[in-house]
Structure formats: C-alpha cells, structure tokens
C-alpha cells in the first residue's frame, strides 16, 4: 500500500510531535531535516530517548495525543509499543523514533543519515 501525503505541512507536524515529546521529558531529542536528501523516506526524523519502558510508551501516547488534538491526524503505523524499546511512529511526512537509552547508542540513527542537517532541541524541564 502506498504512503499518503499528510494535507498539512510536515514543518507544522513536526514542531507538533516535539511539542509531544517535551511534555513527556524527553531526553536528547534531534530533529533531522532530510528534505534535501535525495529519495529520504520522510522529511523529518524526530529521535528522542525515555528513561524506562514505561516513559517511552507515555511518550508515544502523547505524541498521537498531541497530533489528533492539534492536527487531527493520525500515525500512518506504530510500531514497537509491545516492547517500548524503541517505538516507530511514521506520519509518512515525519517520522518519529523514540528509544531506550541503550538501543538509541547502539543503532546512532543520526550517524546513518549524516548528511542531513541536525537540530538539538532543548529539553523543556
């Protein structure tokens, strides 16, 4: 099945998803901007860190919670809330990854996709 083009703009869903993350107290979130990386899956990769299982599920949730509030729009798929090591949340336009600490370390996802352009965010506690 084909991946649907959101209606609204992936800047706006962006700045949405870190807004639901930082209400959580997330940790080390990188926003990468892969728009002018050619044939990138997504336009932005939101990659955040919890401190438990428990964190990055409540992470996730306030994500859906803050896009379907604000947005009116819902995940094209999650993946990864069984086991909340590292839960997938695609939006087709961004592309959110949430992780335990450890798994975040091992797999440097901000290291795969080097030649985007890298933005830390502040955390907001």
């Known amino acids: 099945m084909a991946k649907k083009k959101t209606s609204i703009s ?51 949730d306030s994500v859906q919670d803050e896009t379907l509030k604000n947005l009116k729009e819902k995940p094209f798929s999650v993946e990864g809330v069984q086991n909340a090591e590292w839960v997938l949340i695609d939006y087709v336009d961004v592309v959110v990854h949430i992780f335990l600490r450890d798994l975040r370390d091992f797999y440097t996802l901000e290291e795969l996709w080097g030649d985007a352009k890298i933005e830390e965010i502040e955390s907001t506690y």
Not at 34 to 40: D, S
Not at 46 to 54: H, L, R
Request: hydrophobic fraction near 40%; glycine fraction near 4%; charge should be positive.
């Open 10 to 60: 992936s800047k706006k869903l962006k700045d949405v998803i870190v807004h639901g993350v930082q209400e959580k107290k997330a940790e080390r979130i990188s926003v990468l901007d892969l728009r002018k990386i050619p044939n990138a899956v997504a336009d932005y990769f939101v990659i955040c860190q919890g401190n438990s299982d428990t964190q990055v599920k409540s992470i996730a």
